[in-house]
């Protein structure tokens, strides 16, 4: 997700591949708004 925050914990350079373990963070202040919460829509049966 857009806007989140990462510690690098460890990394490893073995020739030409790069591991890097992260961590993620929880900022101080939030930096995006979550997403709204879908409202269920009430099913309605089909006619047969």
Known sequence: MAGTQFKVISCLTQGDLHIIQLEETIP???LVQPPPKPMP???KPMPI
């Open 41 to 43: 829509s009430p099913i």
């Open 28 to 30: 101080p202040l939030p």
